[in-house]
């Protein structure tokens, strides 16, 4: 297990730019995938977008790709999730989440940070 301490997130209008950051405790991280998952009311968690340590390779949801950008940060351990032209629609909590592969990445192995609150008004 990995602990994952998420900052950012808050309320802004539709247009503008929010910047979530996870900070992941395990030194051995070379060797997780890494992502991002969200929330909305009402709905079931889902995929956003995550990133391989190893390799940085990344692969994003349809309806954030164009808009957001994930990113690692090597000496920092640390995930970063850049999101521009926020909808209404993004408004969700957002969730850090580490696996050892992306096939369990969002499933029983999963360690996940405790969210944070992003909130897009129109």
């Known amino acids: 297990q990995v602990r994952l301490v998420e900052s950012g997130g808050g309320l802004v209008q539709a247009g503008g730019s929010l910047s979530l950051s996870c900070v992941a405790s395990r030194r051995t991280i070379s060797a997780y995938v890494m992502g991002w998952f969200r929330q909305a009311p009402g709905k079931e968690r889902e995929f956003v977008a995550r990133?391989?340590?190893?390799?940085?390779?990344?692969r994003y949801a349809d309806s954030v790709k164009g808009r957001f950008t994930i990113s690692r940060d090597d000496a920092r351990n640390t995930v970063n999730l850049q999101m521009n032209n926020l909808k209404p629609e993004d408004t969700a909590v957002y969730f850090c989440?580490?696996?050892?592969?992306?096939?369990?990445?969002?499933?029983?192995?999963?360690?996940w940070g405790q969210g944070t609150q992003v909130t897009v008004s129109s």
């Open positions: 989440a580490a696996s050892s592969s992306s096939t369990t990445l969002g499933h029983d192995s999963t360690s």
């Open positions: 990133i391989s340590w190893d390799d940085g390779n990344t």
